[in-house]
């Protein structure tokens, strides 16, 4: 009969959690390494569900070019790894938390997304976006696509262009396949996305019909993303990433997971030499 | 003398009988007919065949639909038993804090049965979908007591977001419940000098728990297939892995059939309750 005043208390320990949380970022020390050492595990937010950046195998374990790359840090961290699945509604929120150390998510570079996470240089890949539609669509440019719709996947970050600069009617999707179901199902011209995901594709006999058709715009180039406050920490990533590009292992990595190589990659290559 | 009158035109005038017999078969009648055998073979046959389809499409490619199935199935199954986690403590929640709003709504004071009528129209006219955002963007990803930590998961939030309706919607069921006991009970406890609590306990709830039990199943059979919910907020249950899956294949002619797949182990985990729920209301209406 008490039950008026027990959610009333309940209601107060809630919002006395929320408090917390709120008073717990003020405090929280910015001293991103010190805590992964003192914890002995680096959580790092990834993508389960990008082949072949970051996805899952049967055995639910989450593998891909990423992961490796997240792999390496704790290695020289000396650290044991856990993986966090973010989407990209979460990705940021996440490291701004302190839920993740890091956060390395198929995330392009802008300059709002800066403001939230620090997002160290150099950045370890960039990914160009076309459109992959029939060949006798008479697509030639991004143009062509006014007023048409467009398969796109949630949260890619060529979407905002495609449907804003070009005047695509963007019909979105939650994951690649599921648009691709529906460019074959003809509920759009094209599917924007990434050239590495049409290249994969390209061999199979079920597209032999289809052709990336425009070309693909300029290169965004993907960073990690750690806490905005914790400087220290992203000028090491930062030299963890020259490293990176110096030894060609970005560009190893990219052999191993069967993507086509990027010229980004080698332009970094010959950078930080 | 008159001749005695047709019972269903005077049933008033005869000794109460709560619920007139039965014919055989009732329960496959009119509302029942959507839960015969019969009906959850077609849905199987239904399921087979889109699997059937999609992999005499796959002839030309290396790996067949079916034995994608297979291979993923583990993975599925592990996803699958988080929903049945997520929707047994969100029963148990669910019910306790129900039982108690219940309660609540037959108090016999005035301020506490207003608060937990809001509290219950509240909470069972939202949507679900909108109760689970709530509880995961307001609630912390960890807590922390003195200097301890203590990580409070995502999924642990979900469980919490799912009970708020079916907290609300048990409440409502013990309410009715409660009231649908002859008030003549009450009064005769209260003659004999049963307190109210000793009444409500000892001999209200016990009469109550047959006529909650069947919609109680109903409710935990609904919760169960809303806890593909939680993939929309990142919990990795069947869903999320689904939609993992179909990023890893990369291929357009798994969707249907993996979507089916699950779909059937949902269908194959709540048909039955939803028969046993059937064969008890029968039961219970006949005594």
Redesign the interface.
Known sequence: MHNGKSLQRKLAAMFAGLFMLAAGAGWAQVDTMASIKQKGKMVVGVKADYKPFGYTDPAGKIVGLEIDLANDIARRLGVAIELVPVVAANRMEFVKQGRTDMMIATMAYRPDRAEVVAIPQPYYYAGAATVFAKKNSGLKNWTDLKGKPVCAVQGAYYNRKTGEEFGAQLVTFKGVTEAMAALEGGNCVGTVFDTTFFAGIMGDAKWADYAMMVPAIDPEPWGLGVRKEDTKFAAWISDVSKEWHKTGFVLELEKKWGIPQSPFLLEQQAKNK | MREVPPPARFAVLLPLRLHPPRPAHADRSSGASLFTLRTGLALLALLLASVAVAQVQAR??SVGVVELLI??T??LA?GFGFNLLISALAMALGTAAGL??G??RI?L?A??RG??WI?VQFFRNSPWLVLLFFVMF???????FGGVTVPFPDWIKATLGLALPIMANFAEIVRGAVQSIPTAQWEAARSLAFSRRQTLWQIILPQCVKRMLPPWMNWYAILTMATTLASIV?V?EVM??T??????????D??IPIYSYVLLWFFLYCYPIALWTKRLETRYAER
């Open positions: 030309d490619l291979k993923w583990p993975l592990k108690l709003l309660f609540a108090s004071l301020p506490v608060t937990s509290v307001l609630m912390p990803f960890e807590l922390h990142g990795s999320t892995i939609g993992r899956i179909t990023a890893a294949e990369a291929r357009t798994l969707l």
